[in-house]
């Protein structure tokens, strides 16, 4: 029985390489190339959850005293898989440097050029509330500005 579960270790080892491979390329990818390739990936992630599951059926079917080390084992390709499943889950949403480029723009100096809008969008603030403040201090002193009228959301 213990040849069935290596052989089907040897599967879970061929199959989760080819996987991690297909992982690392869908970033880079786009259009329908990718969505095959996502495809094929979720298959052969079911595959692996199907070959688990006959892996543990083979462990139940061990003598007691070899079971502990076949159930370490097991344990480990669980967490192997689990960790395949989060890395196709961020590749799947991961964008390939091309289409990042191009959602964020050019990102040569682009540090340098946001500091410098966001320093004049803060200095056009600034102008902007001292005239408003100016303009409210001319309308109380003229005596324009009624009771009704003393909310200022700008303070």
């Known amino acids: 029985m213990s040849s069935d579960f290596e052989s089907y270790e040897q599967d879970f080892g061929t199959t989760t390489a080819e ?8 970033p880079k990818l786009s259009g329908e ?3 095959q390739l996502i495809l094929n990936v979720d298959k052969q ?3 692996v959850r199907e070959l688990m599951e006959q892996m ?6 061990i003598p007691i005293q070899s079971r502990a080390m076949y159930n370490g084992r097991l344990k480990s390709y669980k967490q ?4 395949l499943e989060k890395d196709f889950k961020r590749s799947r949403i991961a964008y390939s440097d091309e289409v990042r480029q191009e959602l964020l723009g050019d990102d040569g ?3 340098e050029g ?3 809008h966001l320093l004049d969008n803060t200095e056009r603030l600034e102008r902007s509330s001292r005239r408003l403040e100016a303009g409210y201090q001319i309308a109380v002193e003229t005596g324009v500005l ?3 009228c003393l909310f200022m959301p700008w303070r």
């Open 80 to 83: 192997e898989l689990e960790k």
């Open 19 to 26: 996987l991690t491979n297909k992982i690392g390329r869908i």
């Open 33 to 35: 190339e990718k969505t």
């Open 146 to 148: 009624t009771h009704t």
């Open 114 to 116: 946001q500091r410098a």
């Open 45 to 47: 992630l079911e595959e």
């Open 56 to 61: 543990d059926l083979e462990v139940r079917e």
């Open 109 to 111: 100096g682009s540090s």
